[in-house]
């Protein structure tokens, strides 16, 4: 059970990281340094003597770290007596759930004892805390975990008992390295997949970590709402992968593109004018379209179902099958219900029709959909279908031969397309896979996609991300494919804006 909260400082309660960039800036230029921005988000959450090591590894002893540093210091001081210190949206709402349902919650800031006390006195949230663990209090700064750990000590409680709020990397990895599940509200730094891959969840604000806390074994009783709650869901989603190796190439290529598959199915769905519940749906089921991946690659080591398992039976299977369960009950092997998961996250309110979820999971990967759907069973499952198809063709293009067509490169730029494959694709269909007998013939049939598409939506989107044009402009080294590209690159282009119809 979370019993307790421990809050970063800087960037998280207060609005004081883009402040800072401001006096780093106006100190450097006073100094005529030249201080580029990397090297500024390179202090962000890092103690005091990391941030003079990598000052004077870039300068070489050219300019002071003290001098500057007092400078900065000095321009925020004068900015905060005029403005006042900004704090972040949500921070009060959050402070004031914590209080009410009993949780415990503490800071662990690389700032100073004198500053740091300053500071949560004047934003008032002083009479929150329960504990407050400064920089100057460790012997390891951030992105070691003993500040966290002292937090977690001071509030009496064992580190799987806290939940950290961090926005920078170097926070991210303290909590990581303490083994405290860390929720990520992004400030002036963008992190790159690695380091999404330490946080258990990211929330855009403050007030969505409430949801990611009402979805957490905290002992509180949810908040009505009608909405579904997304970052309860993304919450759920992330504790069910964390146990996979999410450094692996192949965790990350799914994790990722399920959270692509869900942004393109919210998007289609927009474009239909669906309700606010209709839209949310559609998104839920972009999130676990793709969940029995993880076990498939972990027990099978490969995401080829004919040579293991469907992944969309799978899929479907452990969000919906056993009824009530959740993440504790097992399903095939090891892999883990999410059912009553889902339903306890989902959020007060919300009904999410798990017999279409489950249909439309189930038959995400088929090559035809059963011909007797409803007309909401068919809708739900061609945006599911489309959203997935669209970003297959980014993988395609982005990640290496060698995970998407399994071959070497020789061979994908060598071999020839085969006359089946080339029928196929100008029937106007996907083209099957056992048919595709050589490594370009993986490629068309990816291209080939694009004919299965349903919604207008689903075009525009293809044609803004370009990677099907990527594609049909393959440098192929093979004489004959390169004409059969043409070919298609032909077809293709001289559709009116690739006038898809709208099928059933």
């Not at 990581?176 to 929720?183: E, G, H, L, Q, R």
């Not at 409803?374 to 980014?394: C, G, P």
Request: hydrophobic share 40%.
């Amino acid at each position: 059970m979370i019993k307790g909260i421990i809050f970063d400082m800087d960037g998280i309660l207060i609005d004081s990281e883009r402040e800072s960039d401001e006096a780093w800036e106006w100190a450097s230029k006073q100094r005529g340094a030249d201080m580029p921005k990397w090297l500024i988000d390179s202090f962000k959450g890092a103690p005091t003597h990391m941030s003079e090591k990598y000052f004077n590894d870039y300068y070489n002893g050219k300019f002071d770290y003290w001098d500057l540093r007092g400078l900065r210091t000095e321009y925020i001081y004068k900015n905060r007596e005029t403005n006042g210190i900004a704090v972040k949206p949500g921070i009060y709402e959050l402070f004031e759930y914590i209080k009410k349902n009993g949780l415990k919650c503490a800071v662990a800031t690389s700032t100073r004892r004198e500053s740091a006390y300053r500071t949560l006195h004047i934003i008032g949230v002083w009479e929150y805390l329960s504990a407050v663990a400064f920089g100057d209090e460790v012997q390891n700064g951030k992105p070691a975990p003993d500040i966290f750990l002292k937090a977690a000590a001071d509030l009496g409680l064992e580190p799987e008992e806290c939940v950290v709020i961090e926005d920078s990397i170097n926070g991210i990895k303290a909590g990581y390295n303490a083994k405290i599940p860390v929720i990520h509200v992004p400030d002036t730094i963008e992190i790159d997949d690695e380091i999404k891959a330490l946080t258990t969840v990211i929330c855009k604000d403050l007030k969505e970590v409430i949801g990611v806390l009402e979805s957490m074994d905290t002992g509180s009783t949810p908040v009505y709402t009608n909405k579904l709650n997304r970052p309860a869901i993304k919450y759920i989603f992330n504790k069910y992968v964390s146990p996979y190796n999410v450094f692996e190439d192949r965790i990350k290529l799914k994790i990722e593109h399920t959270f692509r598959v869900a942004s393109n199915c919210e998007r289609i769905a927009k474009s239909l004018n669906l309700s606010d519940a209709d839209v949310d749906m559609v998104w839920f089921l972009g999130m676990f379209h793709d969940i029995g991946r993880f076990e498939q690659v972990r027990r099978f080591g490969t995401f080829n179902d004919a040579e293991s398992i469907n992944h969309g039976e799978l899929s479907a299977d452990i969000i919906c099958k056993a009824k009530g369960a959740g993440i504790g009950a097992e399903c095939f092997g090891g892999a883990k219900m999410l059912c009553k998961e889902i339903a306890d996250a989902a959020g007060r309110g919300v009904v999410v029709d798990m017999d279409i979820v489950e249909l439309a999971i189930r038959q995400h990967n088929a090559y035809r959909l059963p011909e007797d759907l409803s007309e909401r069973e068919w809708l739900f499952s061609n945006i599911l279908r489309d959203a997935d198809k669209i970003d297959i063709l980014k993988v395609c293009v982005e990640e290496p031969v060698e995970a998407v067509f399994m071959c070497s490169e020789e061979e994908l730029y060598n071999s020839d397309i085969t006359e089946e494959v080339m029928d196929a694709f100008f029937e106007g269909k996907a083209v099957l896979k056992s048919i595709r007998k050589t490594a370009i013939d993986k490629l068309v049939g990816h291209i080939s996609l694009v004919n299965e598409l349903v919604y207008p939506e689903s075009i525009v989107i293809v044609k803004e991300q370009g990677y099907l044009d990527r594609m049909l402009n393959f440098p192929t080294k093979n004489d004959g494919a390169r004409e059969k590209l043409a070919r298609i690159r032909e077809n293709m282009m001289g559709r009116p804006g690739y006038n898809m119809a709208w099928r059933r």
